[in-house]
C-alpha cells in the first residue's frame, strides 16, 4: 500500500509539475494574445488576409521586446482580417518543428515563425518549403541562407557598434584606459553573435582605451546571467564600461551591482557607463533616470510591418518560395539624444504587454 | 491398522445459470483491461472522437507527422520500460540524450565557428574549425557506435549506483540527470551543434519509401529486439521476477545486481538512438535536446500498461503508450489549443494513467 501511495503521489507531483511549468514559464500561449498592452500595437500588412490562415508559431515572450513583437505580429494578421494559428513552443525547437508541421497539415496559408535559433530556423523553412507554403522569420535569422524565407532582422552588428561608441566617447572623458565588459547572448543566436562583433569592433578600435574585455556568459537567461555577472564582478570589482546583449538583463545587473554601490546615475562618482541593445521600456526609463547611458533600438514596428506586408504580397501573388531579406537599420538612443529620439524608441511609446 | 475409508465428497452443485458465461465475461474483460487491447482501442476511440474537430487529423501529412514524431518517442519509451519493468526508474534519459546527441554531434560535424567553440574544452584536441574528427565515410558509423556506448556507460553508471549501493533509483537518476546533462552544457559552453553531415542527417529523416523511413526500420528492429528479450530469455524472465518481488527474486537465483546494471545500461542505450533521431531531424546537435521530454515518456509508459510498481509492461504496451500521447499531442496541436492547455490536458492524461495502473493492480494482481 505505501508503494501504491508513494507513486500515486510520485505521478501526481510530475502531472502538476508538467501543468504548473506550462503556467509558470511564460504567459499567452497560443491562441490567445500574450498580455494586456492597452495600446492598439498592430502594424499595417498592406494586403486583405480574409479567408487566410497564417500560422504564428513562436518560442516564447520572456522578454518585453519578445512580448510586444508577439502581440503586434498576431493583432496585425487579425486586423488584416487573417485567421490566425497559433503556436508556442516555450522554448522546445522540437515541439516547434511539430507544431509548424501540424500547420501545415491543416493547410495553412502562411507561416511566420520566430524561431528558438538560427539552426532550428532553417529545419522550419525547409519544411514549409518543401510544402511550397511562404514563410517568414522575424527577428532571429536562420543560421544559413539554404532554403527561402523572408527574414527580418536588425542590423545587430551596426547597431551594437553605435552603442558601443557612444560608451567609448564617455569612457575617454576618463582620461584613463577602463575595463569593459560584456553579457553575452546565447550565441546560437545570430543576433547574440552580431551584438557581440558590435561590442569588439568598437573595443578593437580603441585599444589606447579598453582594456581586454570581461565576458559574461547569459545565454538569454535571467538567472545565468545573474550568477555569472556576480561571480564577475566579485573578480573583477573595477568594472568602468558594462554592455549587455538584451535590455531585459538590466533587473539582473541592478541587483548584481547596488549591494556593491556601483549602481549610480550619470555625473555620480563610481557610475558605470552602461549600454544595451533592444530598446525596451525598462531602458527607456533608465535612460531617462541617467542610469543607463545608451541603448540599441532595434525598430520592432518597421521589422513586423516589413515582413507582414512581403508575406501578405507573397500570398496574395501565389508565390510560394519567397526569399527575401529585409534589414532594419536601428539606431542608438543616448542621454545625448534621448530627448529628440526617444519617440522613435517602441520601447518609450508603449506599455509593454505582461512578458 | 484399518485403512481409513475414502472420503466421499459430496456431489459439486450446479452453478447458478449464467454464472458461467459471467465468469467468460469477466475474465475476457480482465484480460482486456490488462493487455494492450486497452490501450489499442483507446487510441482508436480517440482518434473517431477527435476527427471530426481537429483539421486534417486523418490525412496522409498528419500520419506521416504523427509516425516522424513516435518512432523516436517509442525507442525512448521501450528504454524506459526495462527500468520500469524493474519497478526502478530513469530519469536521467533526458540527460543522457543531451549528452550523446552533443559528443555525437561534435565528433561529426563538419565545421565549427572559432568564435562559438573556441572555448569548449574538446577545442584543439577533438574539434577545430574543421569539425570534428568522424565527419566523413565510415566515421559515421563509428560515431554512432561511440554514442551507443556512452549512453551504455552512463546507464551503468545509474545501474552500479542502484544496484550496488543500494540508493534509490529515483535519487540517483535525479542526480545524474543534472551531471550528464550540465556536462552536455559545458562541453560546448550551451552552443549547438550545426553542419552535420548528409549522411547522418539522413539517420533521422532518410525515407525508402512512402512512410517507410530510417527511423521506422531502427525503431521496428529495435522493438522487435527488445521483445525478444523481455519475452523468450532468461533476462527478461528476471526482470519481471526481481520487478514483481525482489527479494524472492534473490532467493529464487535471480543475479539481481547484473540484472539492475543490464536493465539501466539499455536504458541508456534505447535514450541514445532515440535521441540521435531527435537531433537528426532538427539537423543540430544540441545541449538541451531532451529537456522538456521526461514527462512524454514516463506519461506515455504508463499509459501504455507499463506498471510504475514494476513487474509489470511490454514492449507492445510501451509503444501504444507513445503512440497515444503522440496522437493526444498532435490532435491538440490541430486544436490549435494555447500550450497551456496542452499540458494541463498532458498533465491530467498522466494522473488518469497512474490510476489506471492502481486499478489495474489491484483487479489483476500478479498478471504480467
Known amino acids: ?355 | 491398522m484399518t485403512a481409513a475409508p475414502p472420503v466421499e465428497s459430496a456431489p459439486a452443485a450446479p452453478p447458478p445459470p449464467g454464472a458461467a458465461a459471467r465468469a467468460r465475461r469477466g475474465a475476457v474483460l480482465r484480460r482486456l483491461f490488462a493487455g494492450e487491447g486497452f490501450v489499442a482501442i483507446l487510441i482508436v476511440v480517440y482518434i473517431v472522437a477527435m476527427a471530426p474537430f481537429a483539421q486534417g487529423l486523418l490525412s496522409e501529412r498528419n500520419a506521416l507527422n504523427v509516425l516522424s514524431n513516435f518512432w523516436p518517442l517509442a525507442i525512448i519509451v521501450i528504454g524506459q520500460t526495462f527500468v520500469l519493468v524493474l519497478a526502478g526508474i530513469d530519469l536521467a534519459q533526458s540527460a543522457i540524450i543531451n549528452l550523446t546527441n552533443t559528443v555525437g554531434a561534435l565528433l561529426v560535424t563538419q565545421a565549427l565557428e572559432p568564435s562559438l567553440f573556441d572555448k569548449s574544452a574538446l577545442w584543439g584536441s577533438v574539434v577545430g574549425p574543421d569539425g570534428g574528427p568522424l565527419g566523413g565515410g565510415g566515421g559515421i558509423a563509428l560515431a554512432v557506435v561511440l554514442m551507443v556506448v556512452i549512453g551504455a556507460v552512463l546507464g551503468t553508471v545509474n545501474g552500479l549506483l542502484i544496484a550496488r549501493l543500494k540508493m534509490p533509483p529515483f535519487m540517483v537518476t535525479l542526480g545524474t540527470m543534472l551531471l550528464f546533462s550540465a556536462v552536455a552544457v559545458w562541453l560546448t559552453r550551451s552552443e549547438n551543434v550545426p553542419n552535420l553531415p548528409e549522411e547522418y542527417i539522413a539517420i533521422g529523416q532518410g525515407r525508402i519509401w512512402g512512410a517507410l523511413t530510417v527511423p521506422a526500420i531502427i525503431a521496428v528492429v529495435l522493438g522487435v529486439a527488445a521483445h525478444f528479450v523481455l519475452s523468450k530469455t532468461p533476462f527478461g524472465a528476471w526482470l519481471y521476477a526481481a520487478g514483481t518481488s525482489r527479494d524472492t527474486a534473490i532467493i529464487s537465483g535471480v543475479p539481481y545486481r547484473r540484472v539492475v546494471v543490464l536493465a539501466y545500461a539499455l536504458s541508456g542505450v534505447f535514450a541514445t538512438i532515440g535521441g540521435v533521431l531527435y537531433s537528426t531531424r532538427l539537423e543540430a546537435g544540441r545541449p538541451t535536446l531532451a529537456d522538456d521530454l521526461l514527462l512524454d515518456v514516463i506519461g506515455a509508459a504508463v499509459i501504455g500498461g507499463v506498471s510504475l510498481f514494476g513487474g509489470k509492461g511490454s514492449v507492445l504496451g510501451a509503444a501504444l503508450g507513445a503512440l497515444f500521447f503522440v496522437v493526444l499531442s498532435n490532435s491538440l496541436n490541430l486544436l490549435n489549443l494555447p500550450f497551456t492547455v496542452v499540458f494541463i490536458v498532458k498533465g491530467l492524461v498522466i494522473v488518469a494513467a497512474a490510476l489506471l495502473d492502481v486499478v489495474r493492480n489491484r483487479i489483476l494482481g500478479g498478471t504480467r
Open chain 1, 1 to 355: 500500500m505505501t508503494r501504491f501511495r508513494t507513486a500515486m503521489a510520485g505521478v501526481a507531483a510530475l502531472a502538476l509539475v508538467t501543468t504548473l511549468s506550462a503556467c509558470g514559464t511564460t504567459t499567452g500561449g497560443g491562441g490567445t494574445s500574450t498580455g494586456a498592452a492597452t495600446e492598439d500595437i498592430s502594424v499595417e500588412v498592406g494586403a486583405d488576409l480574409s479567408g487566410k490562415r497564417i500560422c504564428f508559431g513562436f518560442s516564447g515572450s520572456e522578454t518585453e521586446f519578445w512580448a510586444a513583437g508577439i502581440k503586434s505580429i498576431s493583432d496585425s494578421l487579425k486586423a488584416a482580417n487573417a485567421t490566425v494559428i497559433e503556436h508556442n513552443s516555450n522554448e522546445d525547437p522540437n515541439r516547434q518543428l511539430e507544431q509548424v508541421r501540424d500547420c501545415i497539415t491543416q493547410g495553412v496559408d502562411g507561416i511566420v515563425v520566430i524561431p528558438e535559433d538560427g539552426s532550428s530556423a532553417n529545419t522550419i523553412i525547409k519544411e514549409a518549403n518543401d510544402a511550397d507554403i511562404p514563410i517568414g522569420i522575424f527577428n532571429r535569422p536562420p543560421a544559413t541562407e539554404d532554403g527561402a524565407a523572408i527574414v527580418a532582422v536588425a542590423d545587430n552588428r551596426d547597431v551594437a557598434a553605435q552603442t558601443t561608441q557612444y560608451l567609448a566617447d564617455e569612457a575617454a572623458k576618463l582620461g584613463r584606459k577602463v575595463q569593459p565588459l560584456i553579457m553575452v547572448g546565447n550565441l546560437s543566436d545570430q543576433n547574440a553573435v552580431e551584438r557581440r562583433n558590435g561590442f569588439y569592433e568598437v573595443i578593437d578600435a580603441n585599444p589606447d582605451l579598453f582594456l581586454t574585455p570581461i565576458e559574461v556568459q547569459t545565454n538569454w537567461d535571467a538567472a545565468t546571467g545573474q550568477a555569472n555577472l556576480q561571480a564577475a564582478v566579485q573578480a573583477n570589482p573595477d568594472i568602468d564600461v558594462l554592455f549587455t546583449s538584451s535590455d531585459f538583463l538590466f533587473p539582473q545587473i541592478q541587483a548584481v551591482l547596488e549591494p556593491l554601490g556601483k549602481w549610480k546615475p550619470v555625473g555620480e562618482e563610481g557610475h558605470v557607463l552602461m549600454g544595451g541593445l533592444d530598446g525596451d521600456n525598462r531602458a527607456c526609463g533608465l535612460i531617462r533616470d541617467g542610469y543607463v547611458d545608451a541603448t540599441g533600438v532595434q525598430d520592432l514596428f518597421y521589422e513586423a510591418s516589413s515582413l507582414l506586408e512581403a508575406l501578405g504580397t507573397a500570398i496574395a501573388d501565389g508565390e510560394t518560395d519567397p526569399d527575401d531579406t529585409i534589414v532594419d537599420p536601428g539606431f542608438a538612443l543616448t542621454s545625448a539624444n534621448f530627448d529628440e529620439r526617444e519617440k522613435d524608441m517602441w520601447g518609450c511609446v508603449i506599455t509593454p504587454p505582461s512578458s
